[in-house]
């Protein structure tokens, strides 16, 4: 992945969304993948369903499984041969999801119960991993050479994905993570998921080498924007859109991007911070440890914005159909400029 830059300029504003706020590449593509999602689940054991039918019934933007198909498209590829890796895709994103609320203790995903509160600690995990081994299946269902890469390009992407959520949950137990150490964890925890939808379609698609690799860049890039971004919602983000309480991420001490910038200055507002972080954060110190983050949210959204241009200039140094190439720009700016 290239080192990042600071983006000079803004990034332009997002084109007209759709229906619910979303670009219309993930409006388009959320009706294949949705329906075709919820066949996959409905394979799955009875007991199951009711638990896993209740997650997917919040519905999600299904960034991944619309990179995939786009990935495809920019190859060249026909949409059919991408769909088993974008359902796979966002399996194993929402197998993360479901593990991660037990994990963070979330009662609420999308404006529902999560699924540990609604249906147990036990359907959580199990459902999870179900979720999880069903997308290898689904890859491996037809053993051909490009599936078969598919499936192990994704293992190893979900295996990152688990290792910068481990890293995560240690950060919570210290007083100090550094920037390039929380930028490192994002990397794995969002970064590579992302990456792998990002090139998953040209894979599938038997696009050259160099192709797979730009797209696999640019979905590199995009997950840390994207993660970045979300640590500033899980902070100042309106839970009416997002569905998380007022500085959520602040009360459960997590140590996200805004956070290890504003304690990295090493000032006294950083001391203060760091004072607040180690209490109980209620009422006025929440209020004023929000406050103290001010320059790590700006900072937060300026590495986000990095990201994305640098996400863009990987498109353009691989040769991709125009008008999926287009929509690719259009979901890098989607990225930077959300609001859920």
Not at 268 to 293: F, I, N, V, W
């Amino acid at each position: 992945m290239t080192q990042v830059q600071l983006a000079r300029d803004p990034i332009p504003a997002a084109p007209s969304p759709g229906r619910r706020g979303l670009p219309m590449v993930l409006e388009r593509y959320g009706t294949i993948v949705g329906p075709a999602v919820e066949k996959a689940v409905d394979t799955l054991h009875p007991a199951l369903r009711p638990a896993l039918m209740h997650h997917f019934g919040g519905q999600g933007k299904q960034v991944r499984g619309a990179l995939v198909l786009l990935s495809a498209a920019a190859v060249g590829a026909p949409e059919a041969v991408a769909v088993p890796g974008a359902v796979a895709l966002e399996l194993v994103h929402n197998f993360s999801l479901i593990h991660d609320d037990v994990i963070d203790g979330d009662e609420e995903r999308r404006h529902q119960p999560t699924v540990w509160a609604r249906f147990g600690l036990g359907q959580a995990v199990i459902g999870g991993d179900a979720l999880v081994l069903a997308a290898m299946e689904l890859l491996l269902a037809e053993p051909v050479p490009a599936r078969v890469r598919a499936a192990a390009v994704l293992a190893q992407a979900t295996q990152a994905m688990i290792g910068g959520q481990a890293e995560d949950m240690a950060f919570e137990g210290r007083d100090k993570v550094t920037v390039e150490e929380c930028l490192a964890m994002e990397a794995g925890k969002t970064g590579a998921l992302l990456a792998c939808a990002a090139s998953l379609g040209a894979i599938l698609g038997e696009a050259p080498a160099p192709a797979v690799t730009a797209l696999a860049e640019y979905g590199a890039h995009i997950g840390i924007a994207f993660q970045a971004v979300d640590d500033v919602l899980g902070i100042w983000g309106d839970p009416s859109v997002t569905g998380k309480p007022v500085g959520s991420d602040l009360l459960q001490r997590k140590r996200t991007l805004p956070v290890a910038v504003a304690l990295a200055a090493g000032d006294s507002r950083a001391a203060e911070l760091a004072e607040l972080l180690d209490g109980r954060l209620e009422g006025p110190d929440l209020a004023r440890a929000t406050e103290l983050l001010a320059s790590g949210r700006r900072q937060a959204l300026t590495i986000a914005e990095a990201h994305v241009e640098n996400a863009l200039a990987a498109l353009e140094s691989a040769d991709l159909a125009p008008e999926p190439a287009a929509e690719l720009v259009e979901l890098a700016r989607f990225v930077s400029e959300r609001d859920r």
